[in-house]
């Protein structure tokens, strides 16, 4: 069974850093794509960034609104994928999911979520 | 990459089949048979429902089925039950080798 567990969330001032970390199971993890996916307070999803598998080199891709402050990055070895969130803002706070991505096209499987809260 | 379009709401009588849109461009939708569908249900996670344009996973019920035509892709819900009142996103591989979601269509089963 795919298992895809978060954890880092909390609460952060304006500014600050904060670093999120999904433990995943039950399945080849390095041969996956993974990717991760935000859903501020009432609104809907949004698609923040992926790393790519090992076969293609650990590529990532990112949202025009995190490029340039979050960081994706994986251990193969652990099978976990970390997000390094810098320079935050009020309007990343949202619930933040690490997901399995399909051949890269979808989102297979979705981790429960943790919550990163941005205010002073 | 702007969001795809999709209508803030739906709404249907058990046993009545709706469909749900999501417009986007042809860097998007249009350019790619890469079309997902994803359910949540209040508290929870999405959960996937159709992948590239008209397939759906395994345990998806048949009842659900996607299409696409130009730059619009569209999810049908037939024969609809009360466990089926959920929010519905629409997602699309982009020319920028990145994903887009829409902004969601609230379905009610009335």
């Known amino acids: 069974e795919v298992q895809l567990v978060e954890s880092g969330g909390g609460l952060v001032q304006p500014g600050g850093s904060l670093r999120l970390s999904c433990a995943a199971s039950?399945?080849?993890?390095?041969?996956?794509?993974m990717d991760w996916v935000r859903q501020a307070p009432g609104k809907g999803l949004e698609w923040v960034g992926r790393t790519r598998n090992k076969g293609n080199s650990h590529t990532t891709e990112y949202a025009a609104s995190v490029k340039g402050r979050f960081t994706i990055s994986r251990d193969d070895s652990k099978s976990s994928l970390y997000l390094q969130m810098n320079s935050l803002k009020t309007e990343d706070t949202a619930v933040y999911y690490c997901?399995?991505?399909?051949?890269?096209?979808?989102?297979?499987?979705w981790g429960q979520g943790t919550l990163v809260t941005v205010s002073s | 990459q702007s969001a795809l379009t999709q209508p803030a709401s739906v709404s249907g009588s058990p046993g009545q089949s709706i469909t749900i849109s999501c417009t986007g461009t042809?860097?998007?939708?249009?350019?790619?048979?890469?079309v997902s569908w994803y359910q949540q249900l209040p508290e929870k996670a999405p959960k996937l429902m159709i992948y590239d344009v008209t397939n759906r996973p395994s345990g998806v019920s048949n009842r659900f089925s996607g299409s696409k035509s130009g730059n619009t892709a569209s999810l049908t819900i037939s024969g609809l039950q009360a466990e089926d009142d959920a929010d519905y996103y629409c997602s699309s591989y982009t020319s920028s080798r990145t994903l887009v979601f829409g902004g969601g269509t609230k379905l009610t089963v009335l």
């Open positions: 039950g399945f080849t993890f390095s041969d996956h794509y």
């Open positions: 997901t399995r991505g399909g051949l890269g096209s979808y989102i297979e499987y």
């Open positions: 042809s860097s998007d939708v249009g350019g790619y048979d890469y």
